[in-house]
């Protein structure tokens, strides 16, 4: 069964179409990658799936809900509580460690603080940052801040994680360190992964690669 299912989804910003009845889906446990050229509508497709944007028309599902009945505050609860977002830069409040950045999306929700700290210290030691868990971003490597932001895509355990272009602002030793992040995360949580990358490597391993092209999405 599907997580996200899209369908026919076209996007218009003044006198370019971006997107032209886009269909795509997702299921649980698999990880999808998004290729194509610099302005081919990649991103814009992303902040759609993850409703940071909408459509001008078509349909999209997720978790079997229609988006199109949220609105507001409504929405905003359901991205937070189902949706986790990885960007290329990293994103994390400097003045917060890395456990309270991990934190937040738990304490939007208004979750039990016992339920927030035994989830964070247990995404800690997932993602190998038990010992990092009280320095600030200035204090972490390159590396270290993107796996802090994963763990906080991560904290609301959400349906799908969306990332764009999550490895761009890494060197090859750290990206490669991700890719098999995401791998590990998707066999061992069973975690859904849409991405958004220009890096071959990691369109290869994914289990699904599709190319945006001219407004259309294709799988290659």
Do not use: C, W
């Not at 189902?82 to 991990?102: D, K």
Request: charged fraction near 25%; charge should be negative; hydrophobic fraction near 40%.
């Amino acid at each position: 069964m599907s997580i996200l299912s899209a369908n026919n989804i076209f996007k218009r910003y003044e006198d370019l179409q971006v997107l032209s009845g886009v269909n795509f889906s997702v299921e649980a446990a698999k990880l999808s990658a998004i290729v194509g050229p610099s302005g081919a509508g990649k991103s814009t497709l992303l902040h759609i799936l993850g409703t940071l944007d909408q459509s001008d028309s078509g349909s999209l599902s997720i978790n079997g809900l229609d988006i199109s009945n949220l609105k507001g505050n409504e929405l905003a609860r359901f991205r937070n509580d189902s949706i986790g977002f990885i960007f290329q830069f990293h994103n994390l409040l400097p003045e917060f460690t890395a456990a309270e950045n991990i934190s937040i999306p738990a304490y939007i929700k208004k979750s039990n603080t016992k339920e927030v700290e035994k989830r964070t210290t247990e995404l800690l030691s997932i993602l190998g940052l038990s010992s990092r868990a009280h320095h600030k971003p200035g204090q972490l490597s390159g590396g270290e801040q993107q796996r802090v932001a994963v763990a906080r895509a991560l904290m609301n355990k959400p349906a799908i994680v969306f990332a764009d272009e999550p490895s761009g602002n890494l060197d090859s030793k750290n990206a490669e360190e991700l890719h098999h992040l995401f791998l590990k995360l998707r066999d061992e949580l069973g975690q859904a992964f849409v991405i958004v990358t220009h890096n071959e490597d990691l369109a290869e391993m994914a289990d699904e690669r599709h190319e945006m092209k001219d407004g259309s999405l294709t799988r290659i």
